[in-house]
């Protein structure tokens, strides 16, 4: 696991991988803020599903589904659903550079964190695929 190191430019950079009850991961460092995102295994009630019509219980909503994943060195394919961290009250990584008075006490959010959350979504998801 590496740890999110924020800048003020955008790169793709896979920070932690694994697998929680069956459902793949995958935490990306975008430069700017962080991202989450599961794979939706082909046999799952949710597989080719829009986030919008998933119910999952994550910081800011999922906020994205795609049939492929950009983790920089490569793109995957397959079902996805993901999240970010920037939301209002989110560090950004251009924030450091704001005049003082423009500056927020934002939530700089740490892999660990981020790692916590991705547990409890692919807990969540096993949950539907099992009503």
Same mark, same amino acid.
């Given at each position: 696991?590496?740890?999110?190191?924020?800048?003020?430019? #955008?790169?793709? =950079? =896979?920070?932690?991988? &694994?697998?929680?009850?069956?459902? *793949?991961?995958?935490? #990306?460092?975008?430069?700017?803020?962080?991202?989450?995102?599961?794979?939706?295994?082909?046999?799952?009630?949710?597989?080719?599903?829009?986030?919008?019509?998933? *119910?999952?219980?994550?910081?800011?909503?999922? /906020?994205?589904?795609?049939?492929?994943?950009?983790?920089?060195?490569? $793109?995957? !394919?397959?079902?996805?659903? &993901?999240?970010?961290?920037?939301?209002?009250?989110?560090? #950004? &990584?251009?924030?450091?550079?704001?005049? !003082? %008075?423009? !500056?927020?006490?934002? !939530?700089?959010? /740490? /892999?660990?964190?981020?790692?916590? %959350? $991705?547990?409890?979504?692919?807990?969540? =998801?096993?949950?539907?695929?099992? %009503?």
């Amino acid at each position: 696991m590496k740890e999110m190191i924020y800048d003020k430019h #955008l790169e793709r =950079l =896979l920070l932690d991988s &694994g697998s929680h009850f069956g459902y *793949n991961y995958f935490i #990306l460092n975008l430069g700017t803020h962080p991202t989450a995102y599961v794979e939706i295994p082909v046999t799952s009630k949710l597989y080719n599903k829009h986030y919008d019509d998933i *119910n999952i219980d994550v910081h800011g909503g999922l /906020t994205y589904s795609a049939d492929h994943l950009d983790i920089g060195d490569d $793109v995957l !394919k397959g079902w996805f659903i &993901g999240w970010d961290y920037a939301h209002y009250n989110d560090y #950004l &990584g251009f924030e450091d550079f704001y005049l !003082k %008075e423009f !500056k927020r006490n934002s !939530k700089k959010w /740490t /892999t660990e964190e981020i790692q916590k %959350e $991705v547990y409890s979504v692919c807990k969540q =998801l096993r949950r539907i695929d099992h %009503e």
